[in-house]
Nanobody, 129 residues
Framework: QVQLVESGGGLVQPGGSLRLSCAVSGVSEVTLRAVAVGWFRESPGKGREFVGAITWIGGQIYYGDLVKGRFTISRDLAQITSDLQMHSLGPEDTAVYYC???????????????????WGQGTQVTVSS
């Protein structure tokens, strides 16, 4: 059974940094070849927004326009985890952050939540003074 578990959320002051982690389990090695891990966030009135994604084997990384230059996505092949490092956080970054996993043809990715099959439980990030 595929499971994703996020950790690392919390309260941070404007301008601060925070690191989220997503632990993936239950995915076979064969399936991992086609997996991309996506990061999304959701806040009231904005729906679920694409933060970024990383292809598991190739390590290609893609970012949503709202976070380019401030957020960094990485993955650890051995630990089967993906991290989201966030810098220069502002109140507009307050949201529940989710990691998700999906399989994609030719190891690409998608920015659409509907294309991801497995989701973590979400972790709250609050940016406030």
């Amino acid at each position: 059974q595929v499971q994703l578990v996020e950790s690392g959320g919390g309260l941070v002051q404007p301008g601060g940094s925070l690191r989220l982690s997503c632990a993936v389990s239950g995915v076979s090695e064969v399936t991992l070849r086609a997996v991309a891990v996506g990061w999304f966030r959701e806040s009231p009135g904005k729906g679920r927004e694409f933060v970024g994604a990383i292809t598991w084997i190739g390590g290609q990384i893609y970012y949503g326009d709202l976070v380019k230059g401030r957020f960094t996505i990485s993955r650890d092949l051995a630990q089967i985890t993906s991290d989201l490092q966030m810098h220069s956080l502002g109140p507009e970054d307050t949201a529940v952050y989710y990691c998700a996993a999906g399989t994609f043809y030719r190891s690409t990715y998608s920015s659409a939540p509907k294309d991801y099959t497995y989701w973590g439980q979400g972790t709250q990030v609050t940016v406030s003074s």
